[in-house]
Nanobody
Framework: VQLQASGGGLVQAGGSLRLSCAAS????????MGWFRQAPGKEREFVAA????????DYADPGKGRFTISRDNAKNTVYLQMNSLKPEDTAVYYC??????????????????WGQGTQVTVSS
């Protein structure tokens, strides 16, 4: 399984970005997918996750109401729409596949395959 994240960039505060994560393999639609982020000097933290069918989602508090996770199983792709971005959202964003089939999880240890990360920088 390979995950390729893209869509990061430099944006002003209040702006929007949509991250994409394209997955290889034929079992993408069977697994929960998650987004995490890591800022310099900080631990990797959970951002959002989505169940295999898309009907179950979970968001960390910082992104609630601003971020939306979605997926297109036909395209083997998961998305993270980020609106009203803040400077504190600046981080490298990673997509990941849950270790075993199951509901969304906030723990990084529950994810076994990770993308390479995409940098998001929000200027004030």
């Amino acid at each position: 399984v390979q995950l390729q994240a893209s869509g990061g960039g430099l944006v002003q505060a209040g702006g929007s970005l949509r991250l994409s994560c394209a997955a290889s393999g034929r079992t993408f639609s069977s697994y929960t997918m998650g987004w995490f982020r890591q800022a310099p000097g900080k631990e990797r933290e959970f951002v959002a996750a989505i169940g295999w069918s898309g009907d179950s989602t979970d968001y960390a508090d910082p992104g609630k109401g601003r971020f939306t996770i979605s997926r297109d199983n036909a395209k083997n792709t998961v998305y993270l729409q980020m609106n009203s971005l803040k400077p504190e959202d600046t981080a490298v964003y990673y997509c990941a596949r849950r270790r075993v089939m199951g509901r969304p999880s906030r723990s990084p240890t529950m994810y076994d395959y990770w993308g390479q990360g995409t940098q998001v920088t929000v200027s004030s």
